[in-house]
């Protein structure tokens, strides 16, 4: 069994991304190696009131296992958390958690609540990507990620199929990276 993270040193990889999302998580799930070494954090947008099959879909395009984040459980190397409907998701050093807070940008899962919990508990050793999507959600977290010495990788808006978000981050935060989605998993790896 995977050690969590805690308890060796790592990065962590937190992923934000809206309308188109789910064909990029899916393309950057398919990419990474079996034997990534670090956790991966997704939030997408999704109605409160709905079903998330997210882990399903990244689970069958690659070879990392993919799981809701629960309401608190250890954060291992080499896996998927999804943000689950209605719920915030947030790390500490060595763990996960889904939880009920305000709504953030107008959304629950919202982005900026994961990377900020990022940035505060892994500093330079957190990496940021902000996907696809509308208006701004992703912006603010990525700012506190670059402030905490960490990565920012921004999927290029004219890549994009919504460019608001990928957008509204380069416009605000000195993105490390700006790059197509084919790109990304490359990028991810290679910082890890």
């Given at each position: ?46 109605p ?19 799981v ?7 954060m ?16 500490t050093?060595?763990?996960v958690r ?90 991810i790896?290679?910082?890890?």
């Amino acid at each position: 069994m995977a050690q969590p993270i805690g308890s060796w040193s790592s990065r962590v990889v937190v992923i934000g991304a809206s309308a188109g999302g789910v064909e990029a998580i899916k393309y950057i799930a398919s990419q990474l190696p079996p034997d990534f070494a670090a956790a991966v954090l997704v939030v997408l947008h999704i109605p409160h009131n709905s079903v998330s099959v997210l882990p399903d879909i990244l689970r069958r395009a690659g070879p990392l296992p993919a799981v809701h984040a629960s309401t608190r459980e250890p954060m291992r190397p080499g896996r998927i958390y999804v943000a689950p409907p209605d719920r915030h998701m947030l790390i500490t050093r060595s763990e996960v958690r889904a939880v009920f807070g305000p709504r953030e940008n107008g959304h629950r899962p919202a982005v900026d609540p994961l990377f900020r919990s990022a940035a505060q508990a892994f500093g330079a050793d957190a990496i940021g990507v902000v996907l696809t999507g509308n208006l701004d959600d992703g912006t603010a977290g990525l700012l506190a990620i670059k402030q905490a010495g960490g990565t920012a990788i921004v999927q290029d808006p004219a890549d994009a199929m919504y460019p608001g978000m990928p957008r509204s981050a380069i416009h605000s935060v000195d993105a490390d990276f700006v790059v197509r989605l084919d790109d990304v998993p490359e990028t991810i790896v290679r910082l890890v």
